[in-house]
Every structure is written in structure tokens, then in C-alpha cells.
């Protein structure tokens, strides 16, 4: 992707009110709740300036929507990664800050 493309997903995002990561999920309510908010049905008095505001929401939704889908994720662990790093957030203190005594799991007596 180029810079242009890269600057039109950002924007999207922006118009959709959407964070720095979203998921599919996200991106399909944000426009929904957007759309019922400027639909120009909900508001006669704006219909003008609605519409104008749906077509920029519903491009902005295509075009997020077509990222994801063409997105490619990876399916496999990274060669350099370990277990407890992707999947287990308690291996992962563990492994860290296991020697620690308020991160370990054992209790001490005293």
C-alpha cells in the first residue's frame, strides 16, 4: 500500500470514529450507529447535508470493508515467538517476573 492509500484508511477511520485498531465487528457497528444518526430519513430538515454525510460514511465503510477483507493474516506462530507470548497472558508475566515475589503465583510464609 502507498502513502495515499494508507492516508485514505486513516480518514475512514476518522469519519467512522473509529481508534487506531478496530475489528470487522467494530467498523460494521460504527456504521450502523453513524448511519442511523445522519440517514436523511431520521432528519427532513438536513436531508441535504445527511445525504452528502451518508455518502462519505457508506465510501468510508466500503473501503475499511475491503481492507479487511483483503487483508492477509498470518496463520502460523513466528518462528521467534513463544507459546506463552501470543496466547497466555499469565505464562507471559510468569516468564518474565516469575522470580519476583508479587508476581509470583506462590504464596510465601513468613
Known sequence: MN?????????AAALLQLGETATLGEIKRAYRHLSKKYHPD??????AEDEEHMYRLTAAYELLRRYC????????RPDNAHEYDLYDPQEWWRARFGQDPIWDDKKSRR
Open 69 to 76: 477483507e483483503t487483508y492477509r493474516f498470518p496463520l502460523q
Open 42 to 47: 431520521t432528519k427532513p430538515e438536513h436531508a
Open 3 to 11: 502513502q495515499k492509500d494508507w492516508r485514505n484508511i486513516e480518514e
